[in-house]
């Protein structure tokens, strides 16, 4: 293990672009499950931005989440109270993706 979430999980969603590039999807279709994680990935930058820069509640949180992704309720809330203990980790992700 890395030890830094940016470096690891980084290089993870670094290698599903890379698949896209390569050619590996060979129609929408078969791309659509990686927009789907794109999607909520970028849900979740604006999520922990929106808490830890923008003073959201969690109410705001969870509404802007279930407004922007398909994901049950009690798992949005979980994910909420996650990035609500863990500042800058559920961005990490994608900013590691981009360095």
């Known amino acids: 293990q890395a030890g830094f979430t940016a470096y690891s999980e980084g290089w993870g ?3 599903e672009l890379l ?3 390569m050619g590996a999807y ?3 279709y078969s791309d659509f499950g990686r927009l ?3 999607m909520w990935r970028a849900v979740r930058l604006v999520v922990d931005t ?3 820069a923008m003073g ?3 109410q705001q949180a969870v509404d802007y989440f279930a407004n922007n992704v398909s994901t049950p309720l009690p798992s ?3 994910e909420i109270r996650r990035y609500t203990v863990l500042p800058g980790q ?3 992700y994608k900013i590691g993706m981009l360095k």
């Open 90 to 92: 559920a961005t990490s």
């Open 56 to 58: 959201w509640t969690e």
């Open 36 to 38: 789907v994680g794109e």
């Open 76 to 78: 949005i809330v979980s």
């Open 19 to 21: 698949s896209k590039e």
């Open 13 to 15: 969603l670094y290698t």
């Open 26 to 28: 060979q129609d929408p």
């Open 50 to 52: 929106g808490i830890h």
